[in-house]
């Protein structure tokens, strides 16, 4: 098992920063994929990047390439989330996920450990 809590989220306003961690407690963190998603007030879960457990090829929604980078640090047990030029539209609950599947899923179904979710607001 894995237990997963995320921080850094919080208000910033358009075109800001803000970088998310997922602390991963528990057995071989390295041996995990992990994931970001999101979920917006009244609306379903959604994928926002996925990261193997080599971090080879990591894998972005449409709406976040070229602005989100995901990276992992296995050494730490730490998944990372840097979100630029972030616009009103990406705030949301955002979540981190893992598990052991052989490829990376954009379905919430696809993971077996979820953390708690922190709190990103952008504001116009």
């Known amino acids: 098992q894995v237990q997963l809590v995320e921080s850094g989220g919080g208000l910033v306003q358009a075109g800001g920063s803000l970088r998310l961690s997922c602390a991963a407690s528990?057995?071989?963190?390295?041996?995990?994929?992990m994931a970001w998603f999101r979920q917006a007030l009244g609306k379903e879960r959604e994928f926002v990047a996925g990261?193997?457990?080599?971090?080879?090829?990591?894998d972005y929604a449409d709406f976040v390439k070229g602005r989100f980078t995901i990276s992992r640090d296995n050494a730490k047990s730490t998944l990372y989330l840097q979100m630029n030029s972030l616009k009103p539209e990406d705030t949301a609950v955002y979540y981190c996920?893992?598990?052991?599947?052989?490829?990376?899923?954009?379905?919430?179904?696809?993971?077996?450990?979820w953390g708690q979710g922190t709190q990103v607001t952008v504001s116009s």
């Open positions: 996920a893992a598990d052991r599947q052989i490829s990376i899923s954009r379905r919430p179904g696809g993971y077996d450990y």
């Open positions: 528990g057995r071989s963190f390295s041996s995990y994929n």
């Open positions: 990261i193997s457990f080599t971090g080879v090829r990591p």
